[in-house]
């Protein structure tokens, strides 16, 4: 099983910007592919963005596409999420995922091996 640890979350006005941060360890990192999830509160998690093994491939829900980005740096085991153009509907508790096989991005909490223990991102108005 893999060890995440995410970093980078905070409060923010909207309109503005937070990279998030992800540090893998315990599995090799470049064999699997990762995501973020958030969760708002009285909300179920909910996929935001994935990536895969090799970075080439990312996948957004509709709500973030043009704002958010993902991407990784297999040399460091990290997964950043760039957001931009935050709105205070963005608020919530940002969770970093490794996927279960080496093939298949998780976009579904079923398709989810290991959980950080979340970073806060709060969008005020």
């Known amino acids: 099983q893999v060890q995440l640890v995410e970093s980078g979350g905070g409060l923010v006005q909207a309109g503005g910007s937070l990279r998030l941060s992800c540090a893998a360890s315990?599995?090799?990192?470049?064999?699997?592919?990762m995501s973020w999830f958030r969760q708002a509160p009285g909300k179920e998690r909910e996929f935001v963005a994935g990536v895969s093994r090799a970075g080439v491939n990312t996948y957004y829900v509709d709500s973030v596409k043009g704002r958010f980005t993902i991407s990784r740096d297999n040399a460091k085991n990290t997964v950043y999420l760039q957001m931009n153009s935050l709105k205070p509907e963005d608020t919530a508790v940002y969770y970093c995922a490794a996927g279960k096989d080496t093939i298949v991005v998780p976009r579904t909490t079923q398709r989810v091996d290991s959980w950080g223990q979340g970073t806060q991102v709060t969008v005020s108005s």
């Open positions: 315990g599995r090799t990192f470049s064999n699997y592919p």
